[in-house]
């Protein structure tokens, strides 16, 4: 029996030497590696293409974000005749018979998993059968002591760090939801696996180390991007598995909101789980964008135009916060318009850039702005009107311009 490997990449290459070592000495006969690099920034895949010929390297050209990129690789496997496919985190480091033990448990009606430790020094349980809170919808991943003699258990939940799966089992439940990005899509597919019959089965004849998060080595960075996707992600599997859940909506969303993390206003966390939320109220899906526009104080219209949005604002004086979501810094042009009713006297408008000395701009004119965002910044605009003369024939309007969609001019080195 064929069994693929699927490794999902990003920024991994300080854990590949111990993760793919562990692999290359794997007990079972036909294993066969390939990873699935989301646009690595690193030098992982030329790193991979040096050091580990033998493994089977995917190139994205963007982040596609867990889900996806782990249905890449599952449909590579199975095009290419494989009978199971394991899917597994580049941050592990799996234990011989890993292959062994998963395959010889899992079947069309099957998935299965392993005992895991945080990692090698404190030799913490990380995950020990699992479950979903039936409150908050949180996973509860140690509920059974480590004992290596004792047979398969049968659990609810199953982390996407470890899932050995048969290929009959996509035909009957599907692959990864993409449109999860990251967090909460494991327990999605577990939740439509056992829909579909599928058991979920614990095994403790074997076992691995995982090092949590590691894809990205800023812990402050993780937990921003995971406070916003586990907002939103928990919210959409809630609304697609109700089944899931013993308290009513209502409690559910109460519920969540005590269990979020302390949040710290000197990192403006809080940005995150408002926007996780807001983007589950609006059904935006997928990845953070890496740029986000709230409109303060003055009165504001949107318009899209094809795949355009535009801003306008009709006031003297008005406000924007211009967020940058992305794990990396980058540079962006905001182009405006400026439009002041025809009865109107020529009107100068002044931008202030996180209260710096404004520039001023005559109307009518047309004009660009650079700004320069570092990742996780947040810049505030103020929009001053002066020399604005009185409103005439009942028109209302203090002063209109247009701000076009963000463009990406570059990322800052």
């Known amino acids: ?21 562990s692999l290359l000495k794997q007990d079972y006969g036909d294993v066969q590696i390939v990873i699935v690099d989301n646009a690595s920034p690193d030098d992982s895949n030329a790193y991979i293409e040096e050091h580990f010929p033998e493994v089977t390297l995917l190139k994205e050209p963007v982040n596609h974000g867990f889900g996806k990129a782990c249905n890449i690789g599952a449909r590579y496997a199975l095009d290419h005749e494989a009978d199971y496919v394991l899917f597994l985190n580049t941050d592990t480091e799996s234990d011989a018979n890993l292959v062994t033990e998963l395959a010889g448990h899992a079947d069309p009606a099957t998935v299965t998993t392993c005992f895991t430790y945080n990692d090698k020094t404190s030799l ?32 609810e939940f199953i982390s996407g760090c470890c899932m050995m799966v048969h290929k009959d089992v996509f035909a009957k439940a599907g692959f990864f939801d993409e449109s999860y990005f990251m967090y909460y899509e494991d327990a999605e597919w577990c939740a439509r696996l056992r829909q579909h019959g599928v058991r979920l089965l614990y095994i403790q004849s074997t076992k691995l180390f995982h090092h949590e998060a590691g894809s990205q080595p800023d812990i402050d960075l993780v937990s921003r991007h995971s406070i916003y996707y586990c907002a939103r992600n928990r919210l959409w599997l809630a609304s697609q598995h109700p089944e899931l859940l013993e308290a009513n909506p209502a409690s559910f969303f109460k519920e969540i909101l005590k269990h979020f993390p302390v949040i710290s206003p000197s990192k403006n966390w809080f940005q995150y789980e408002k926007k996780g939320i807001a983007d589950f109220l609006a059904s935006r899906s997928g990845r953070l964008e ?10 504001w219209e949107r318009e899209t135009d094809g795949s355009n949005e535009f801003i306008h604002c009709i006031r003297s004086r008005s406000f924007l916060q211009l967020h940058n979501y992305s794990y990396e810094g980058t540079s962006i042009r905001l182009t405006f318009k400026i439009n002041p009713p025809p009865t109107r006297s020529e009107c100068k408008l002044a931008i202030s850039i996180d209260g710096k000395n404004p520039e001023e701009y005559t109307a009518s004119c047309i004009f660009d702005k650079i700004i320069r965002l570092k990742d996780q910044d947040m810049v505030l605009l103020e929009f001053n009107c002066k020399d604005n003369p009185s409103s005439v024939d009942g028109d209302n309007r203090e002063f209109y311009f247009t701000i076009s ?9």
């Not at 020990?128 to 049968?154: F, I, K, M, W």
């Not at 969609?405 to 080195?413: D, G, I, N, S, T």
Request: aromatic content about 14%.
């Open 1 to 21: 029996m064929k069994v693929f490997i699927i490794l999902v990449s990003y920024n991994s290459k300080r854990f590949l030497d111990a993760c793919i070592g």
């Open 290 to 299: 890496p740029l986000a526009v709230e409109p303060g104080y003055g009165f």
């Open 405 to 413: 969609a963000l463009y990406h001019v570059a990322a800052l080195p």
């Open 124 to 155: 913490r349980p990380w995950y020990a059968g699992g479950r979903l809170n039936r409150q908050t919808l949180d996973s509860e991943q140690t509920l059974y002591p480590y004992n290596p003699s004792q047979g398969p258990v049968e659990v």
